[in-house]
């Protein structure tokens, strides 16, 4: 079956460590993958692309790698900060036949301490 | 450039009352989505719409709910005879035409079904 899959778990880190939080997906062909920032009680907000052809974004503190061997895009924040502290959505566009069609990861929460 | 507006932000409907929630994308785009959150869960989408266009709907539940994108106006995402199950955020997006699908999100209408 297709699904794109996320860390459930919380993720909780020290404040100037590195974040790794990862995407996964199954049988899909794709075409970008994005990483999305929500904070409690609003809308995401969009942070990276990646198209398939790319190995690694780059944007300040943010990284994104997307492996499509493995399937899998790593989302980096390099010098973390309690301010990062948020939930943090992957979402893939996707060839589907003539189309392309978007689909979400549930989200990782993310929590900085400071 | 103003961004993603919605209104009501917080909408309260008795059971059986109608629910109206709408949606002005940014300036210059032309594609919108409606996408439903319930607490503690991901982003559900519920459909795509152009202008006069509804192009997926497949998200969306057969019964109560419909949606439309004008020529002229906001779009509308309508839910008949609420249930108290259609309480959630329900989060409007826009983008602008290609195939990125980089979405940038409003902040949510918060509906309380009593």
């Not at chain 1, 996707?94 to 979400?104: E, F, H, M, S, T």
């Not at chain 2, 993603?4 to 629910?19: D, I, T």
């Not at chain 2, 459909?47 to 019964?63: A, T």
Request: charged share 20%; proline share 5%; net charge positive.
């Amino acid at each position: 079956s297709q699904k794109i899959e996320q860390n459930s778990e919380a993720l909780n880190i020290q404040e100037g460590k590195t974040a790794t939080l990862t995407c996964n997906y199954t049988n899909y062909s794709p075409a970008y993958l994005q990483w999305y920032r929500q904070d409690p009680g609003r809308g995401p907000v969009f942070l990276l692309l990646i198209r398939e052809n790319e190995k690694e974004k780059r944007k300040e503190r943010l990284k994104v790698t997307f492996d499509t061997t493995l399937k899998q895009s790593l989302f980096h924040i390099t010098a973390s900060q309690p301010a990062d502290s948020a939930t943090y959505l992957c979402a893939l566009v996707y060839n589907a036949g003539n189309n392309r069609k978007l689909i979400w990861g549930l989200g990782t929460s993310l929590a900085v301490n400071p | 450039n103003a961004g993603v507006m919605q209104n009501p932000r917080h909408l309260v409907r008795r059971r059986g009352q109608e629910a109206r929630l709408r949606c002005s994308p940014m300036k210059g785009h032309s594609h919108v989505y409606w996408y439903r959150q319930l607490p503690e869960e991901g982003l559900k989408f519920m459909v795509y719409l152009q202008k006069e266009n509804i192009i997926d709907e497949s998200g969306m539940p057969k019964e109560r709910f419909s949606a439309e994108f004008p020529k002229e106006g906001p779009s509308i995402l309508r839910i008949q005879q609420v249930v108290r199950g259609d309480s959630a955020a329900y989060f409007c997006a826009s983008s602008q035409s290609g195939g990125t699908y980089e979405q940038y999100f409003g902040p949510g209408t918060r509906l309380t079904v009593t």
